[in-house]
């Protein structure tokens, strides 16, 4: 016959059913199927109760950054160090614009705390670090690494909220001439946007670094 120590062991699970990493991943999960985050609603995928993630987190803003931290598991940058620049910034905004991407309505709130996840400043890290490896200067990493991700951000909000940031009848036409005129240009010579923006950055950084900015 079993004591009551050993039924009590028993009972208990081996995996607790609620972790740091757990919220983190099930607040991601909800932000890309439900478009937001609702605690309540959070408590009720991972099937716990509300209080029980005050034993874990502190409160929303931490969930977020938890979020944050498992979408670092969905950027893919190549193994193989860049060699130059350019290259560093096309694989860096790629890799960030295609995992922002999956969850769009997470992103205004990620702009709104700053990077504290250690999985984040890892990866950032290793961001800051190809940099360097590759010429940036020290003081030119930072303002690099917040301008692509403030683009990588803003180009994966303009994927789903409109095809062209400007609507212009054809009556209209007419009184916006040279508008209309590189609209047109634009319908008959495609332009792929995300790498265009990425060579819009490479080159900024690197008249930077040749001015001795």
Do not use: C, N
């Not at 931290?69 to 193994?79: F, H, K, Q, T």
């Amino acid at each position: 016959m079993q004591t009551p120590e050993q039924t009590s062991r028993m009972g208990r699970p081996r995996i607790p059913r609620l972790s740091r990493k757990a919220i983190g991943r099930e607040a991601l999960m909800m932000f890309e199927e439900e478009e937001g985050l609702s605690i309540p609603r959070l408590a009720e995928r991972l099937g716990v109760r509300q209080s029980s993630f005050y034993k874990h987190v502190t409160g929303r803003q931490e969930i977020i950054e938890l979020a944050r931290g498992s979408l670092v598991d969905r950027v893919r940058i190549p193994e193989s160090a860049p060699a130059d620049v350019d290259t560093a910034i096309r694989q860096i905004f790629e890799a960030l614009r295609s995992a922002y991407s999956q969850v769009p309505a997470l992103l205004p709130l990620l702009l709104a705390q700053p990077v504290s996840h250690p999985a984040a400043l890892a990866l950032y890290d290793r961001f800051a670090g190809t940099f360097v490896s590759t010429g940036v200067p020290a003081h030119l990493v930072i303002p690099t690494l917040e301008t692509l991700d403030s683009a990588a951000i803003g180009a994966s909000l303009d994927a789903i909220t409109m095809e062209s940031a400007w609507s212009i009848s054809e009556e209209d036409r007419p009184s916006f001439p040279h508008l209309s005129a590189v609209q047109q240009a634009l319908a008959t010579v495609q332009v792929d946007r995300f790498a265009f923006l990425a060579d819009v950055l490479s080159a900024g950084l690197r008249a930077a670094i040749e001015g001795g900015s």
